[in-house]
């Protein structure tokens, strides 16, 4: 009998413990949650300030929410009552601190926000987050709490820390406590050295700040030691990230200098035309981008470049046939009168296009998959110039395949090498000329239309580029296709190796002026190509 009273008591021993164990933590949860409300009756932006650190920190199972509500201007105040009640975005209205349903909504007070607030809210939203099921959610917010660090958030980044299990959102919850250590006056030795590793481990400029950060805060000699190290390696690691995204400025500036300059290369090559009017069938076809945006239904929108495409191929291209037909014809064996005559074509063509369009700038619609960026490591690759990468080497394997493979290409070789011998033969040298205008003039409706993802289309978008496409023409050769990939990727990478050291004109100077030297020793280009004009 003893025994039984003896086992009774114990057991509700057991149940009293675990009560308190459960009550002592609840109330006091209560009262950190009852003590950030009270500071928003105060309704002042330091007190709502405070407030929001303190519901961070107590983390309340409707946290997200009201801080949703407080960002969006659906917080409020019961003055009467002693509430906060926060609404949902369908209008329903809840008890912040019980999660109830409110019915009664009258007297209510507004909580302000202002910029100061705001950031607040930011920094916490994002370590609420830090525990959602989604793990790009949880990187998501370990980002922004590694750009706007909160100390009362590294309790919570560190709970989450010891159960994470996705490798990707456990880097990222590591740097962003790398950051709050770096912005906590009195955090441990040990946590400073562990946030040195972390932060290192980024390689970027804003973790060689926090690392700066803690390297001020802290007099240990091993502390000094690793951050000097580890900013030694995030310097050498900037670096090569940064030749890498030079190299990367570079390819893509070629990859547009190819577009504007191969269509010109075929014209000058068959024909020896100074066709200064070509920067306008870029033009032409930026415009006709323009158009195509504005006739399709909105339900194709996405696919209005991609449409394009065609389009101003065809308009470039039947422009350079009526160029050639009225113009150049007449003027073959005179290059002086050809290029005063078509820099004359090219002030009418920007004059019919402000007639037509007006002088300022039209908006062209880029569609998704052209926009934003991505990062491989330190690089970052925009989606508009990696599809203008692809587009010019889809092209130019086109013209390839158009030069090597088909009738006209022979015949087109055959004009371009011995235009009388090409005669006698046969072929129609006239009609070659033609179609060989019409295909380059085509080539740069399609270089406009890249550029329209890129650049303002205007009536001037074409002058800025052709001055480019003649060096790349006279620097690769005349007449030759590669000569042109070659000319352009030299030419675009130099100038955006030179541009960040001596500046945008100066590179721009000493590229011409190793342009003009280089034609003196070599005057037919890199890769010398028999045409007319040799021969004459």
Known sequence: MDNSILLRTRRALAVLIALFGFILPSAAFADAL?????????????????????????????????????????????????????????????????????????????????????????????ALSVGAAD??????????????????????????????????????????????????????????????????????????????????????????????SAIAAIDRSLFAWGLAQNGWYGLSAASVLLLAAIGLAITFGVMGVINMAHGEMVMLGAYATYVVQMFVPASMADWS??????????????????????????????PLETLLATWGVSLILQQVVRTVFGASNRQVYSPPFLSGAFHVGGLEI?????????????????????????????????????????????????????????????????????????????????QGYIIDSFMVVVFGGVGNLWGAALGALTLGLANKILEPIIGAVQGQIVLLVFIILFIQKRPRGLFAQKGRAVEQ
């Open 382 to 462: 925009t989606q508009n110039r990696l599809w203008i990468i692809l587009l010019s080497g889809a092209v130019f394997a086109m013209l390839l395949f158009v030069l090597r493979a088909t009738s006209f290409g022979l015949q087109m070789r055959a004009v371009t090498q011995n235009r009388r011998m090409a005669a006698a033969m046969g072929i129609s040298t006239t009609r070659v000329d033609m179609l060989a205008f019409a295909l380059g003039s085509g080539v740069a409706g399609i270089a406009g239309v890249a550029l329209s993802q890129i650049d303002n289309v205007s009536p001037n978008l074409g």
């Open 305 to 334: 470049v991609v449409l394009a495409l065609p389009v101003a191929f065809l308009v470039s291209g039947a422009a350079g046939v009526v160029l050639e037909r009225t113009v150049i014809r007449y003027l073959y064996t005179r």
């Open 34 to 126: 009852d003590d950030a409300f009270s500071k928003l009756f105060a309704n002042q932006f330091s007190q709502t300030e405070q407030a929001i650190v303190d519901i961070t920190a107590a983390s309340p199972p409707r946290g997200a929410e009201i801080l949703d509500a407080l960002g969006d201007g659906r917080l409020y105040i019961d003055p009467l009552n002693k509430r906060v009640i926060y609404l949902t975005p369908a209008g329903d209205a809840f008890d912040a601190k019980t999660g109830a349903k409110v019915d009664g909504v009258d007297g209510l007070k507004k909580v302000r926000v202002n910029n100061g607030v705001r950031n607040a809210l930011e920094a916490a939203v994002g």
């Open 135 to 228: 793990p790009q959610k949880r990187i998501h917010a370990a980002q922004d709490l590694f750009n706007n660090p909160n100390p009362k958030a590294l309790a919570v980044v560190d709970a989450q820390l010891a159960k994470e299990k996705d490798e990707s959102a456990k880097l990222a919850l590591e740097q962003a406590r790398a950051a709050i250590v770096a912005s906590t006056p009195d955090a441990s030795a040990a946590d400073a050295t562990r946030a040195i590793a972390a932060l290192a481990q980024r390689g970027d400029e804003a973790a060689k700040n926090d690392i700066n950060a803690i390297a001020v805060k802290y007099k240990d000699p091993a502390i000094a030691g690793a951050a000097k």
